[in-house]
């Protein structure tokens, strides 16, 4: 099946990199959200990111950045959005419920044919396509923060999901100059975010019981791992915080004790304190705002 029109579910932070990726690679995308202030927030970080690290670096011209920007049509209207789309690429917030329920509206309103997949760090593809009458066609591609510099495309089929739906996502993940896994068996976390989540709990657990510094544990994971970057430094810039919890606390109920979350990663989520976004995390940004 030949891919050129791609939807977007969710205009947040990545569905709206999401939206750019395809729209670089040539595909005609429409990106949607529950509300028409999300849709421009995601149009405006698209612009900004396009001018900063491409423009601004002279790896494209203005002329170049603009027409990308308008391969992507924003609207709230879900049927609108998937009109004509042989993808969609669901990237709404990593709510199990809320997750199926968008899998089966997304089912009622595309064509037959078309491919349903989702931008999961951890959840069951198979239980996120559950309500839908095309579990063949229901498959996990999750990318990898910010989208445009992650090498990587996890891919994830469902108990159901079939061999000719792998191989179009494949493609397309290649279309889109990624590099793939394709992780046969789907258990929470995948590979990447279970090993990460795995990484980070140990961190938070080490600065809980005083071992070591957060400084030091980054430090510790870049010059004696060869990571870009530190667990939390990485936690606090990507919103890991809030969503590593639910991702381990899924892990732990699924596969057991082992992904039980140190308590002080639940303490900073009751806390607010939620990483860059919030002005404190692991570390404190309250004097770059
Ligand atoms: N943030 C990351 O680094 C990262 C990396 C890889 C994967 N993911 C996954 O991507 C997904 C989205 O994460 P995010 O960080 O972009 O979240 P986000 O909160 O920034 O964006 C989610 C967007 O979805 C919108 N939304 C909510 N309900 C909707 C609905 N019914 N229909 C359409 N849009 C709806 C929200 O308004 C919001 O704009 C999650 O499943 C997450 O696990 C996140």
């Known amino acids: 099946m030949e891919v050129n029109k791609v939807c977007i579910v969710g205009a947040g932070v990545m569905g709206s990199q999401l939206a750019q990726l395809f729209a670089s690679s040539g595909y005609e995308v429409s990106m949607t959200d529950i509300e028409d202030r999300f849709i421009q927030n995601g149009l405006n970080a698209i612009k900004s990111n396009l001018k900063k690290y491409f423009v601004d670096k002279g790896k494209m011209t203005q002329e170049q950045a603009d027409k990308i920007v308008a391969r992507i049509k924003g609207t709230t209207d879900l049927k609108r959005a998937t009109e004509r789309v042989q993808l969609v690429v669901e990237s709404v917030p990593e709510e199990m419920e809320l997750k199926k329920q968008t899998f089966k509206r997304l089912d009622e309103l595309c064509a037959p044919e078309t491919i349903l997949a989702s931008n999961t760090s951890a959840l069951s593809i198979t239980a996120v396509g559950s309500l839908t009458r095309r579990q063949d066609k229901v498959i996990g591609m999750h990318f990898f923060n910010p989208v445009a510099v992650m090498k990587l495309v996890e891919i994830i089929p469902g108990v159901k999901t079939s061999d000719e739906t792998c191989q179009v996502i494949k493609d397309v993940a290649g279309k889109l100059g990624?590099?793939?896994?394709?992780?046969?068996?789907?258990?929470?976390?995948?590979?990447?975010?279970?090993?990460?989540?795995?990484?980070?709990?140990?961190?938070?657990?080490?600065?809980?019981?005083?071992?070591?510094?957060?400084?030091?544990?980054?430090?510790?994971?870049?010059?004696?791992?060869?990571?870009?970057?530190?667990?939390?430094?990485?936690?606090?810039?990507?919103?890991?915080?809030?969503?590593?919890?639910?991702?381990?606390?899924?892990?732990?109920?699924?596969?057991?004790?082992?992904?039980?979350p140190c308590p002080l990663w639940r303490r900073k989520v009751e806390a607010g304190e939620l990483g860059v976004k919030t002005g404190k995390g692991f570390y404190d940004y309250s004097q770059q705002r």
């Open 178 to 260: 990624k590099e793939t896994i394709i992780v046969n068996k789907d258990v929470p976390g995948f590979v990447v975010s279970r090993l990460f989540l795995v990484l980070c709990n140990e961190a938070v657990k080490l600065l809980e019981e005083g071992v070591a510094s957060a400084e030091d544990i980054d430090k510790a994971c870049q010059l004696g791992l060869g990571h870009a970057m530190g667990p939390f430094r990485s936690q606090d810039i990507v919103n890991g915080i809030p969503v590593g919890l639910h991702a381990l606390d899924y892990m732990r109920a699924e596969l057991g004790e082992f992904y039980r």
